[in-house]
């Protein structure tokens, strides 16, 4: 019995005796999560994931309706003001550095704003070549403004084709090399349009100003909108290309450029800069029987 007395007092804790125990440092929660989320921040803006693949997600989620319902369209033009106006904003002063798809269009692509952009562009346009025609043969005795409503037609022709075709041959070639090339960037043919269709808004106020009957400020004028809209498309497009081969690269984007400038002067040549047509002058009777040939100066 002693015994095990003995061993259940040395089994007791000692009162007066101090422990020390060592501990690994805890770093807070807060500051843990602080350190990582620049590393998150930075790996997202470079492979643009942050609000992209949370979209997408929950994209993925809702349930679309068939492509013959007025649902399914409907969706394309399911827009507010704002979103419009910023998505304008940013055409017209390009950030660099940001891609325009993932910073304004990946939330929600529409087609509202470019193809109401294109429709202002082509009336403008044609109202503009009009008046420019009058102003530049105002004052000659033998010109008759007839308004030339053909332009209309054409100038639809133009816009509409370029805002669709060279999109849909973009979005194919960029289809086809994904395929080869597996780090490249893949953008939808609706958001493909839609950076097309917003980097035509700064010509709306370019073709207005070119009712100016001087070639310099028009071709000016023409060269500043270019190098916007231009940078636009540049700044979306090439991170989508400079992963694959760097002669494919250069010659996408310069193709893409020069179709965007084609366009741009196309339009100013010849809806503002048309050849001057040589007029017949009028003939007037004389009161003796002779007929009087006048020459305009």
């Known amino acids: 019995m002693a015994a095990v007395d003995d061993l259940k007092f040395q089994g007791k804790a000692n009162p007066d005796a101090t422990t020390i125990s060592i501990d690994e440092p805890e770093i807070p929660k807060n500051q843990h999560s602080r350190l990582q989320e620049p590393r998150r921040e930075e790996d997202d803006e470079l492979l643009g994931t942050d609000d992209s693949d949370k979209t997408e997600l929950l994209a993925g989620q809702?349930?679309?309706?068939?492509?013959?319902?007025?649902?399914?369209?409907?969706?394309?033009?399911?827009?507010?003001?704002?979103?419009?106006?910023?998505?304008?904003k940013g055409s017209v002063f390009p950030v660099p550095g940001k891609n325009f798809v993932r910073l304004y269009i990946r939330s929600n692509p529409d087609l509202y704003?470019?193809?109401?952009?294109?429709?202002?562009?082509?009336?403008?346009?044609?109202?503009?070549?009009?008046?420019?025609n009058f102003f530049i043969h105002l004052g000659k005795p033998t010109y008759h403004y007839v308004p030339q409503f053909r332009k209309v037609s054409i100038a639809a022709t133009a816009i509409y084709a370029y805002a669709w075709l060279v999109p849909l041959a973009l979005w194919g070639f960029l289809m086809w090399r994904n395929s080869k090339v597996m780090n490249i960037v893949s953008y939808s043919f609706l958001e493909i349009v839609c950076v097309y269709g917003y980097s035509l808004f700064v010509y709306i106020p370019t073709a207005i100003l070119w009712i100016i009957p001087e070639k310099v400020v028009r071709w000016v004028l023409m060269i500043f909108s270019l190098c916007l809209s231009g940078s636009v498309l540049v700044m979306t497009f090439w991170p989508a290309v400079r992963d694959d081969n760097r002669r494919i690269a250069l010659a996408t984007i310069g193709t893409v450029v020069l179709l965007h400038a084609l366009l741009a002067v196309?339009?100013?040549?010849?809806?503002?800069?048309?050849?001057?047509?040589?007029?017949?002058?009028?003939?007037i009777p004389a009161r003796n029987g002779t007929t009087v040939v006048t020459k305009s100066l």
Not at 62 to 88: C, G, H, M, N
Not at 266 to 283: K, Q, S
């Open 62 to 88: 809702k349930k679309s309706a068939p492509f013959w319902t007025f649902e399914y369209y409907q969706t394309f033009f399911d827009v507010d003001t704002y979103q419009v106006l910023d998505r304008i």
């Open 113 to 132: 704003g470019p193809f109401w952009i294109c429709a202002t562009l082509v009336f403008t346009i044609a109202v503009s070549g009009n008046l420019s």
């Open 266 to 283: 196309g339009c100013l040549a010849y809806f503002f800069d048309a050849p001057e047509l040589d007029f017949p002058a009028p003939i």
